[in-house]
């Protein structure tokens, strides 16, 4: 509109060339912000991470591997180079809670058909899910809303599949839910109805309504069609379905879902998780006390043959055998395609030793375990050197290689390479293979001004710093965290870092805080804790790298310590939900902000104590955590995202509110293109009531949307950080999707 306007009103006043001048003026400033605009996305190599829940091979296409994770989405594997395609980066903010996969189903009739049933979370906080449908591999997407909430973060999630397609009949689908029964489509999942013959089933959902998050409803763990029924066009007549209670829990029909009853004979007392087929038409189990992954103290593996009825315990370490300890239970089972008598299965939440897997090349009347005869590869993830393999709540072998074994773990995926060499006394080799598949929920960002240019906190991983973005590193040295939460440099001395975790399983005496002092490359804990709270919280450090403020969580003070550790003085003046940072350049200088009141607080005595900064950023109902941004190399002037109260800008005396900028979650800064400048504003918000990642190069006079609404990472970005030595570079975290960083085009 404004390209039309402006070229009417030069050919009314300068006549048919000005106008020309103008049109190609206007073209060239138009192609120069589609330029700055345009950004290269790259993840930042972690490899794995998180917990793989599920892996499908396609039953008749070779190579053809999917994978679902309970946050980070779902992948493909690329047959040709080994690295996965991840398959949900469109979704955006409004699928938020629908990144994690429930289950994951194929089309055995069509290698091109792809089924996902999304959604995370059970609770009042989470969507409501959906059956997304593909037919060219999961490049394209249609979506059929469920009107129920799905568990792909529950517990229970490495069960499965509940999503299954008929192979007789690609438009026939069954999907067991945890609370609402059995569905069925009939037209290739566009829609959807509940099997009015399915019998109800026990769950715990009276203890999850009450907030019990250990005890979610688990419902329907799986759902299979018997291949040897049906056929010829007409469709399965066969089906199976297992529910999670250690009551009859297999149930059968005959009648193509019309009625179900519970299978004769089965073993009670253990929930079932996973039920598979092997060449003689027999079905093995393995089942657990718990569904998992939190809790499993018992199992079991058995087989039942559908020709007599007949059940048989093929456990390969019975609990009372002594062999493998007491206490755990059995994650999944797998079967050799073509060879009936070849079969695998996981252990799960096995501590003593630790977890395995066990082989049988005799139909199950002997077992071996297969981990302590391997070697294992860690080179594209040297990090995985200290991780042990867990939660092992799937293993499958591959159809169209019997050599190829895989198995997932709360941390990423491994498989095998020469299995049938193994039975013959060699040693395994199994390969962490991850590339492309990037699953961490960062924490904590930095992008120091001299060192490497990426430093991370990580849940479950720890932390890193990636000299190489490509290429996966090993982690922190010395003291090390489940979770690094808060992370932070020192301004005019960067080598000198902060970070503060948590421990999954603390040990006795551990503190939760350290100090580096070779750009966190090595870490020392800090001597002791503050007196109250809970470790982790945000931590920030002077900018001579002297002085740090703690605030740990559930703390009810903010803490002030100048050696490290060994003495902490409580801060004055801070509201306990301020969030502080250091100037950047002033060590005496520290901001805090409270972001359930709009209120900023200024300290220039080193942190001892603050005050209040008269100003008035006006009044909302909701709030989000803030962030502060220090400017790099001004004292006293810094950007702070506010949420709904917009992107704040701090400068001696004055707090003003950006125009234009309606909601900020994260904001980071960025080198200039030219010395003197203004600094490179990153924001992730609403710009002019858009939702986005956005950057500005004039203090936030105009801003360009730089991702795009193909590649949306999730809908959660966090932790925007720009980087202080590469001009328009910035990097930002995701929940499940792992680092990001983007370069312009």
Same mark, same amino acid.
């Given at each position: 509109?404004?390209?039309?306007?402006?070229? /009417?009103r030069q050919g009314a006043s300068r006549g048919r060339r000005g106008g020309a001048w103008l049109f190609i003026a206007c073209l060239w400033v138009l192609a120069s912000a589609s330029a700055q605009a345009s950004y290269q996305w790259r993840n930042v190599a972690i490899g794995g991470g998180g917990f793989?829940?599920?892996?499908?091979?396609?039953?008749?296409?070779?190579?053809?591997?999917?994978?679902?994770?309970?946050?980070?989405?779902?992948?493909?594997?690329?047959?040709?180079?080994?690295?996965?395609?991840?398959?949900? @980066?469109?979704?955006?903010?409004?699928?938020?809670?629908?990144?994690?996969?429930? /289950?994951?189903?194929?089309? *055995? /009739?069509?290698?091109?058909?792809?089924?996902?049933?999304?959604?995370?979370?059970?609770?009042?906080?989470?969507?409501?899910?959906?059956?997304?449908?593909?037919?060219?591999?999961?490049?394209?997407?249609?979506?059929?809303?469920?009107?129920? $909430?799905?568990?792909?973060?529950?517990?229970?999630?490495?069960?499965?599949?509940?999503?299954?397609?008929?192979?007789?009949?690609?438009?026939?689908?069954?999907?067991?839910?945890?609370?609402?029964?059995?569905?069925? =489509?009939?037209?290739?999942?566009? =829609?959807?109805?509940?099997?009015?013959?399915?019998?109800?089933?026990?769950?715990?959902?009276?203890?999850?309504? $009450?907030?019990?998050? !250990?005890?979610?409803?688990?419902?329907?763990?799986?759902?299979?069609?018997d291949p040897a029924s049906g056929g010829s066009g007409a469709p399965s007549r066969t089906l199976y379905a297992g529910a999670s209670t250690k009551e009859a829990s297999m149930y059968r029909s005959d009648d193509g879902g019309d009625s179900w009853r519970a299978v004769p004979g089965q073993p009670t007392g253990l929930r079932p998780s996973h039920m598979v087929r092997d060449a003689r038409g027999r079905w093995l189990l393995s089942y657990g006390d718990e569904p998992g992954p939190n809790h499993m103290a018992d199992g079991a593996v058995w087989r039942f043959d559908p020709a007599d009825g007949s059940w048989t315990d093929i456990t390969?370490? *019975?609990?009372?055998?002594?062999?493998?300890?007491?206490?755990?239970?059995?994650?999944?089972?797998?079967? @050799? &395609?073509?060879?009936? !008598?070849?079969?695998?299965?996981?252990?799960?939440?096995?501590?003593?030793?630790?977890?395995?897997?066990?082989?049988?090349?005799?139909?199950?009347?002997s077992w071996t375990a297969m981990l302590p005869r391997s070697s294992f590869d860690h080179s594209n993830a040297p990090w995985t050197r200290d991780a042990k393999p867990h939660w092992m709540a799937d293993l499958e072998i591959d159809p169209h290689d019997p050599d190829r074994v895989w198995f997932v773990t709360g941390y990423g995926v491994w498989a095998s390479s020469n299995a049938r060499a193994f039975d013959r006394g060699e040693t395994l080799q199994w390969r962490f293979e991850q590339?492309?598949?990037?699953? &961490?929920?960062?924490?904590?960002?930095?992008? *120091?001004?001299?060192?490497?240019?990426?430093?991370?906190?990580?849940?479950?991983?720890?932390?890193?710093?990636?000299?190489?973005? !490509?290429?996966?590193?090993?982690?922190?040295?010395?003291?090390?965290?489940?979770?690094?939460?808060s992370l932070a440099f020192a301004g005019q001395a960067p080598d000198v870092m902060v970070r503060t975790g948590y421990f999954h399983n603390r040990p006795e005496g551990a503190v939760r805080g350290a100090w580096s002092t070779d750009g966190g490359r090595t870490w020392t804990a800090f001597a002791s804790e503050p007196p109250d709270g809970d470790g982790a919280g945000h931590i920030t450090l002077a900018a001579d790298g002297k002085r740090a403020i703690w605030k740990p969580r559930n703390g009810e003070r903010h803490w002030l310590t100048a050696d490290m550790g060994? #003495?902490?003085?409580?801060?004055?003046?801070?509201?306990?939900?301020?969030?502080?940072?250091?100037?950047?350049?002033?060590?005496?200088?520290?901001?805090?902000?409270?972001?359930? &009141?709009?209120?900023?607080?200024?300290?220039?005595?080193?942190?001892?104590?603050?005050?209040?900064?008269?100003?008035?950023?006006?009044?909302?109902?909701?709030?989000?955590?803030?962030?502060?941004?220090?400017?790099?190399?001004?004292?006293?002037e810094a950007w702070i995202a506010a949420s709904w109260r917009g992107l704040l800008h701090w400068s001696p005396g004055k707090l003003e509110r950006v125009p234009g900028v309606d909601n900020v979650m994260s904001v980071g800064l960025g080198k200039p293109a030219n010395e003197g400048d203004p600094l490179v504003l990153f924001v992730f918000g609403e710009v002019s009531g858009k939702r986005g990642l956005?950057?500005?190069?004039?203090?936030?006079?105009?801003?360009? #949307?730089?991702?795009?609404?193909?590649?949306?990472?999730?809908?959660?970005?966090?932790?925007?950080?720009?980087?202080?030595?590469?001009?328009?570079?910035?990097?930002?975290?995701?929940?499940?999707?792992?680092?990001?960083?983007?370069?312009?085009?």
């Amino acid at each position: 509109m404004r390209l039309r306007t402006g070229r /009417s009103r030069q050919g009314a006043s300068r006549g048919r060339r000005g106008g020309a001048w103008l049109f190609i003026a206007c073209l060239w400033v138009l192609a120069s912000a589609s330029a700055q605009a345009s950004y290269q996305w790259r993840n930042v190599a972690i490899g794995g991470g998180g917990f793989v829940t599920g892996l499908v091979f396609h039953p008749a296409q070779p190579g053809l591997l999917y994978a679902r994770t309970d946050i980070g989405g779902a992948y493909r594997l690329e047959p040709d180079g080994g690295r996965w395609t991840p398959l949900l @980066d469109w979704m955006g903010e409004d699928d938020k809670g629908r990144f994690g996969v429930e /289950s994951l189903a194929l089309d *055995p /009739s069509d290698p091109d058909r792809l089924y996902l049933a999304v959604g995370t979370y059970l609770h009042e906080r989470g969507s409501e899910g959906a059956i997304l449908r593909s037919r060219d591999r999961g490049a394209t997407f249609e979506r059929t809303p469920l009107p129920f $909430k799905l568990g792909g973060n529950e517990q229970g999630r490495g069960n499965g599949e509940r999503l299954a397609v008929d192979p007789h009949d690609g438009r026939v689908l069954l999907f067991g839910t945890r609370a609402h029964g059995l569905w069925r =489509s009939d037209d290739a999942g566009a =829609s959807w109805s509940e099997v009015p013959g399915f019998p109800a089933i026990a769950t715990s959902k009276s203890a999850w309504a $009450k907030g019990w998050r !250990d005890e979610v409803p688990i419902g329907i763990a799986f759902v299979v069609f018997d291949p040897a029924s049906g056929g010829s066009g007409a469709p399965s007549r066969t089906l199976y379905a297992g529910a999670s209670t250690k009551e009859a829990s297999m149930y059968r029909s005959d009648d193509g879902g019309d009625s179900w009853r519970a299978v004769p004979g089965q073993p009670t007392g253990l929930r079932p998780s996973h039920m598979v087929r092997d060449a003689r038409g027999r079905w093995l189990l393995s089942y657990g006390d718990e569904p998992g992954p939190n809790h499993m103290a018992d199992g079991a593996v058995w087989r039942f043959d559908p020709a007599d009825g007949s059940w048989t315990d093929i456990t390969p370490a *019975p609990q009372s055998s002594g062999i493998a300890g007491t206490g755990f239970g059995w994650g999944a089972v797998a079967v @050799d &395609t073509n060879d009936a !008598d070849v079969i695998v299965a996981s252990t799960f939440r096995r501590y003593q030793p630790h977890d395995d897997i066990y082989r049988s090349t005799d139909g199950g009347r002997s077992w071996t375990a297969m981990l302590p005869r391997s070697s294992f590869d860690h080179s594209n993830a040297p990090w995985t050197r200290d991780a042990k393999p867990h939660w092992m709540a799937d293993l499958e072998i591959d159809p169209h290689d019997p050599d190829r074994v895989w198995f997932v773990t709360g941390y990423g995926v491994w498989a095998s390479s020469n299995a049938r060499a193994f039975d013959r006394g060699e040693t395994l080799q199994w390969r962490f293979e991850q590339e492309g598949f990037e699953e &961490t929920v960062p924490l904590a960002l930095a992008s *120091p001004p001299q060192g490497a240019h990426l430093v991370s906190g990580l849940g479950d991983v720890d932390g890193f710093v990636h000299d190489d973005l !490509d290429v996966s590193q090993q982690r922190y040295a010395g003291v090390r965290f489940s979770n690094t939460e808060s992370l932070a440099f020192a301004g005019q001395a960067p080598d000198v870092m902060v970070r503060t975790g948590y421990f999954h399983n603390r040990p006795e005496g551990a503190v939760r805080g350290a100090w580096s002092t070779d750009g966190g490359r090595t870490w020392t804990a800090f001597a002791s804790e503050p007196p109250d709270g809970d470790g982790a919280g945000h931590i920030t450090l002077a900018a001579d790298g002297k002085r740090a403020i703690w605030k740990p969580r559930n703390g009810e003070r903010h803490w002030l310590t100048a050696d490290m550790g060994g #003495r902490w003085q409580a801060v004055q003046g801070l509201p306990k939900h301020a969030v502080v940072e250091a100037d950047k350049v002033d060590e005496g200088i520290y901001y805090g902000f409270d972001a359930t &009141t709009g209120k900023l607080y200024v300290s220039g005595n080193g942190g001892v104590g603050f005050r209040e900064v008269e100003a008035s950023v006006g009044e909302v109902g909701d709030w989000y955590r803030a962030e502060i941004r220090p400017h790099p190399q001004r004292t006293a002037e810094a950007w702070i995202a506010a949420s709904w109260r917009g992107l704040l800008h701090w400068s001696p005396g004055k707090l003003e509110r950006v125009p234009g900028v309606d909601n900020v979650m994260s904001v980071g800064l960025g080198k200039p293109a030219n010395e003197g400048d203004p600094l490179v504003l990153f924001v992730f918000g609403e710009v002019s009531g858009k939702r986005g990642l956005y950057r500005s190069d004039d203090n936030g006079r105009h801003w360009h #949307r730089i991702d795009r609404d193909a590649q949306r990472f999730g809908g959660v970005i966090r932790h925007v950080t720009g980087d202080p030595r590469l001009h328009g570079r910035v990097y930002f975290g995701t929940e499940g999707r792992g680092i990001w960083y983007g370069d312009p085009q």
